[in-house]
Structure formats: structure tokens, C-alpha cells
């Protein structure tokens, strides 16, 4: 009999300051579990830190008095390598990790040292071996060999990886946090990496960060969904993500099924399943002609990944954007004389991937 097994994936899942409102935590893991209960292991980016019992929490953070509950909400597989699980600093970071594992769930991406960081998780289910990679352009939350951190969005170094991890396991899965945010496409060099890491033997690849929905794909036979938007996550009280370009209260659920063929073959099949976040912060399956629009908007935007230069004019214009900010942001720093924080200002642009890459997208007129 042939191995089968099927998979959810969500974007950015977040719970900031969720213990706030009444009631919300509550609603929000039975909506979860809604929607993970129907496949074998769900996965989901942690965008948050639970914070240990006396710290201060401001935003992008739980309390761990309010987290016990998190089991609720059913994901099997957190993917801790993103922009915020270090805000709170490395020994918050690393509670957060033990906090989920203490409570049944597995972690990837993350570590008390690169080794443990950049470690693909293996887990066995129907039958599978499976290997799990989680990296992120974040760099400057990059584990070293003595810090914890996150496991750092490194070409070279993630080749690699999924090239060992295909000789290990039976199926192989790269979570992606990266590039620009608020925007329905991506970079072209995250197109091009995606596609590489397939050609690799990497069967299923899902990206998040923008906040946003983008295209979904096949590279050969490999699924490649760019971006699935916001899950769960604050909007309301956010004043970051007001008026923001791209449609930030859409996601999408994405079940994946996969089923070996008697060729030693894979055949997978995706189906999605749009979701809003409701004017009260409160995720949904989206309905009725909101349900409708987000499939339409969703071809629309698996149809510019073919489109080289349309991905390149879009990519320019957001770098353009990107540089006018950076440099307004210098402007004002040496204006009020802060030369101080105008220089870490510079320096944190240039040392993280994150930044360097639209750098590199401006000054080549988007063709990174």
C-alpha cells in the first residue's frame, strides 16, 4: 500500500498581547484546531516569545501566564526562525522553545547555538521520515557558535542542507522567513533560491514575512507557496501594519496531500483555504464573495512567478521605496546630531540579509 500523509501550513502566527481581550485566546486555538484537524502534522510560524512570569511585556509577546493553553490550538511543528522570537533577547528566546516543547509540540529554527539552530528537525509519521528546515534573513538574531539565536538564510549553507537532509529522508520541507513585507509578490532572488532548493530535493517549500498572500506553484514536482499572509495576528492595535499595501487581514490555510507512487514518486496536491482577520483581531474562514476574491487574487498572484520582468519592476519599486526610507532615517538621525545612532542606524542595514538584499535590488535596478 502506498504512504500517504497530508499536511497544514499557515503564515505569521502571532498572540501578541492576545491575554488582553477576553475570551480571544479561547476562540482563537478552537479556530485553529478547526482547521488542523483534518491533516497528520501542522505547522505554523511562531511570531512571538512567551515571556517568563515578571517581565515586562510591550509587544510581539505572550505571557507564559496566559500560554498554557497553546496546546489547544493543535500545531505539531512551530518554526521559530523569524524577525521577532529574539526581541525579548536570547534567554527569552530560548524559554519560548522550551515552553513549546514542554507542552508536546516540536521547534525548528532555533537554538541555544548555531549547531542547535541550523539542526533540521527529523520526525517520523505514516510511515515517513521527515526532515524540516527553517531559516530566516533576520541575521542579526543569526545563532553563533556560542549565542543563541535563529538559524541564519544562508545560500550556500541551505543547499547544502537540503541536499543532505534529501539523503536522510523521505520527504523534505523548507520554511522560508524572508524578504520584503506588504507586498503579492516576491523578490526575484527568493524565486530563484526557491527553485534551486527544489531542483535539490526539497518536496514542499512555504515562505512567510511579507504579511501578505503571494503566488503558489509547482517547480517540477516540488510545491512552492511564497507567502500564505497573516494567520492570527494583531491588526487593530497595530499601528505598523494600518493602510499597509498588499491586503494584510488575508491568509490562506494551505493543506497539502501527499502520496507516494508506485514509481517511488510523490504526486502532491495543495487545496486552499482563504481566512480573514476579523475588525476585532479574530481569525475566520473567509465566506461568500470575500472567499471568492481572495481565490482570484491568489491566481492573479501565481501568475506574475512566470513573469521575470514584472517580478523585477515590482521588486525595483519596493527597493526604491526601501532606500528613500533608509536615508530619511539618516537624515533625521544627523539633523538631531545623533551620530551615534545614525552610525548603528547604517550599520544594522548593512549587516543583516534582510536589508542587504533590497540594497542589492536598488543598486541593480531590481534584478537581485
Not at 517568563?52 to 509577546?61: H, I, R, T
Not at 514536482?221 to 492570527?232: D, E, P, W
Not at 514509481?263 to 475588525?279: E, L, W
Amino acid at each position: 500500500m502506498n504512504r500517504k500523509i497530508t499536511f497544514g501550513f499557515t503564515g505569521d502566527f502571532c498572540l501578541s498581547r492576545a491575554h488582553e481581550t477576553p475570551g480571544y485566546l479561547e476562540k482563537t486555538y478552537d479556530f485553529c484546531r478547526s482547521c488542523n484537524e483534518s491533516v497528520d502534522l501542522a505547522f505554523t510560524n511562531f511570531e512571538f516569545c512567551i515571556t517568563p512570569p515578571g517581565l515586562k511585556v510591550d509587544s510581539m509577546a505572550l505571557p507564559s501566564d496566559f500560554a498554557g493553553g497553546l496546546y489547544a490550538a493543535e500545531f505539531d511543528i512551530y518554526c521559530l526562525a523569524n524577525n521577532h522570537i529574539k526581541d525579548y533577547g536570547d534567554d527569552v528566546m530560548v524559554f519560548t522553545k522550551n515552553f513549546l516543547e514542554q507542552q508536546g509540540q516540536y521547534t525548528v529554527g532555533a537554538g541555544r547555538n548555531l549547531e542547535e539552530a541550523t539542526l533540521p528537525l527529523y520526525l517520523e509519521k505514516n510511515g515517513f521520515k521527515i526532515a524540516i528546515i527553517n531559516v530566516c534573513d533576520a541575521t542579526h538574531y543569526a545563532a553563533e557558535n556560542n549565542t543563541a539565536g535563529i538559524a541564519p538564510l544562508k545560500k550556500k549553507t541551505l543547499v547544502q542542507a537540503v541536499s543532505q537532509a534529501n539523503e536522510k529522508a523521505d520527504i523534505v520541507i523548507v520554511c522560508i522567513h524572508a524578504d520584503l513585507e506588504f507586498t503579492n509578490s516576491p523578490a526575484p532572488w527568493r524565486v530563484k533560491l526557491s527553485r534551486q532548493i527544489a531542483d535539490m530535493g526539497a518536496n514542499i517549500i512555504i515562505q512567510h514575512h511579507p504579511h501578505t498572500l503571494q503566488g503558489i506553484e509547482y517547480w517540477g514536482n516540488t510545491l512552492i507557496a511564497y507567502s500564505l499572509g497573516n494567520f492570527v495576528f494583531p491588526l487593530k492595535k497595530n499601528s505598523y501594519a494600518k493602510n499597509r499595501d498588499g491586503y494584510v487581514n488575508q491568509g490562506a490555510y494551505l493543506e497539502v496531500f501527499l502520496e507516494e507512487q508506485a514509481d517511488g514518486f510523490y504526486k502532491i496536491i495543495h487545496s486552499v483555504k482563504p481566512t480573514v482577520i476579523g475588525s476585532e483581531d479574530n481569525p475566520l474562514v473567509a465566506s461568500g464573495n470575500t472567499n471568492t476574491k481572495i481565490i482570484q487574487n491568489i491566481d492573479n498572484y501565481c501568475d506574475i512567478l512566470n513573469n521575470s520582468r514584472a517580478l523585477k519592476d515590482q521588486y525595483f519599486q519596493l527597493c526604491r521605496n526601501q532606500m528613500k526610507s533608509f536615508l530619511m532615517g539618516i537624515y533625521y538621525r544627523v539633523a538631531k546630531k545623533e551620530f551615534k545612532a545614525a552610525f548603528f542606524y547604517i550599520h544594522h542595514h548593512l549587516k543583516t540579509k534582510a536589508h542587504t538584499a533590497w540594497i542589492k535590488g536598488f543598486f541593480t535596478f531590481g534584478c537581485y
